[in-house]
């Protein structure tokens, strides 16, 4: 038994250094990992029916006068069928349908379309509907956190990698389609992000008990250097429109080093991480009429607390980062408003009041996050608090987010 538990606690420390290489501001529980390679081989030739049933309430209270406060509460309900093919590949058809409390009609149903092949262990390639929104794990001036909520569905193509050294993701998302000759734009976005793991000395040690042999003291400790990057573009566009629009694309990437410190008991399975952000983001613009870009600068420290359970109740964990903001005419198309300080409207024919037209070009913020999360059979809890302000301004924009998540697995032949 001590054997067994033993080698559970190497598993799931490996489990916490892959966590630590993909750290973010984001609840893991939004996130949507695809299926391993035991999972497929598991399946393969059965009809099971996914359920992934989300509740939520997000309140939005801004100071500055860059964005528009707003609540919203709600549900989605995402069933899917799911037949395995074979030990390498999946099929999986269904809906997302999306309701918010005040409406008399679902403010969204959209079908979900999903062919995944996995043809070795360490890529999986993905067509129809993506594993996207909060699985890209990208930050919110990059990847506004709320679009989980708005804009949650992904269909495209996807190329997913994943070895002891590299975590990649890279991504198609066809947003509209355009129909020859219609008054309307094409638009789509791209994106591509990597993790490579630069140095790693996480290691496990352990102490027996002299008199009984067994183990006494088993802790795991080490420092993990990381380089993420990623890049980002968005387009607006089409050659067989009839409406007389500027062509938009917008650019955004990001590079940076992330060191974490990891250390945990795994027999009480406590574990703790430490992480160190410096990143530098990067902006550009073009259309017919303007070519513009900035830059910010972003870094973090975040902590992070994980505490496995082996019972019903399957384990809690909690994070906390505070980061300092510097934007210098800095914008994204899927980032957060908040983080903004150049002007696009125009560009991207977005309706604009004249405070959030004329945004500053420099932005000074202070950020802080508290999120926890408590993940039942099946069940996930997550609560998370944003507060950021503005030092130019001396305002505090806040956010509250509060979100049930179940999702099962339903085998029918």
């Keep these: 038994m001590k054997r067994h538990f033993f080698f559970l606690a190497l598993a799931m420390a490996a489990t916490l250094s892959a966590a630590a290489q993909l750290s973010n501001a984001t609840l893991s529980m939004l996130a949507d990992l695809p299926p391993t390679g035991s999972d497929l081989v598991h399946n393969c030739r059965h009809l099971s029916l996914d359920v992934d049933a989300n509740g939520f309430f997000l309140d939005a209270e801004y100071a500055t006068p860059y964005a528009k406060g707003y609540s919203v509460t709600g549900f989605r309900l995402s069933p899917a069928l799911v037949y395995g093919i074979n030990e390498r590949a999946q099929l999986s058809v269904g ?35 993506l594993y996207g929104s909060h699985t890209h794990r990208l930050d919110a001036p990059v990847y506004d956190p709320s679009r989980w909520i708005f804009n949650y569905q992904e269909d495209g193509l996807q190329i997913l990698t994943h070895t002891k050294r590299w975590i990649s993701d890279t991504w198609l998302d066809w947003q509209h389609y355009l129909t020859p000759w219609t008054p309307d734009q094409e638009r789509f976005s ?58 938009v694309t ?40 303007l070519d513009h870009g900035g830059n910010a600068f972003y870094p973090t420290l975040a902590y992070e607390y994980h505490r496995p359970m082996h019972d019903e109740r399957r384990g809690w964990s909690l994070r906390a980062v505070a980061g300092f903001w510097h ?29 959030l037209a004329n945004a500053t070009d420099i932005r000074n913020i202070l950020t802080f996050t508290l999120s926890a999360e408590h993940e039942f059979k099946g069940l996930n809890l997550g609560l998370q608090i944003d507060a950021l302000y503005d030092l130019d301004l001396r305002k505090t924009d806040l956010l509250f987010g509060f979100y049930m998540r179940f999702k099962e697995k339903f085998l029918l032949f």
């Design 327 to 355: 934007g210098d005419h800095y914008f994204s198309a899927f980032g957060s408003p908040l983080f903004w300080s150049a002007n696009a409207y125009s560009a991207l024919h977005i309706p604009a009041s004249p405070n």
């Design 95 to 129: 809906l997302n349908a999306s309701a918010f409390a005040g409406l008399d009609s679902l403010y969204r149903i959209r079908p979900t379309f999903s062919l995944l092949y996995k043809p070795t262990q360490w890529l999986t390639l993905v067509a129809g509907t």
């Design 250 to 289: 917008t650019f955004n990437e990001r590079i940076g080093l992330q060191a974490s410190f990891l250390w945990g008991n795994n027999i009480q399975s406590k574990y703790n991480i430490l992480t160190f952000d410096l990143p530098l983001y990067f902006y550009h613009l073009e259309d017919n009429t």
């Design 190 to 247: 791209m994106g591509t992000k990597h993790t490579l793991l630069l140095f790693s000395n996480i290691t496990n040690h352990i102490e027996h008990n002299p008199e009984g042999g067994e183990i006494a003291k088993s802790y795991t400790n080490g420092w993990e250097i990381t380089l993420p990057a990623h890049f980002l573009a968005s387009h607006r566009g089409g050659e067989v429109k009839t409406i007389d629009t500027n062509t």
